[in-house]
């Protein structure tokens, strides 16, 4: 099991690595972040292979009751956690190939 936390970290390292802005970096950290939090504080989940398509809902049902945030807002939320469950995939499929 790997705590998202690190796997939030590993994110970065690597978005670092390929040289995107760092404004960039920050959005993407202040969101990842934030969603990290709502999944321990809100749900008790710590482990990424805990998270499943319930949760992202129940992310996104908050973020649209807090209603401080626009729809577009919440799509660009979202489209981070997609980059970062890719590159979760993409870091799965080396150490798969790797063996």
Known sequence: MTKIRELIQDFKLNQEVLGRVKRYV????????????FME???????????????????????????REINRTINNNLATLKIFFQFLVAQLSQLNFGR
């Open 41 to 67: 504080k809100e749900l008790g989940i710590v482990e990424v292979e805990d998270v499943n398509q319930l949760h992202i809902r129940k992310y996104i049902q908050e973020r649209q009751r807090i209603g």
């Open 26 to 37: 920050d959005v993407c950290m202040f969101r990842l972040n934030r969603w990290e939090r």
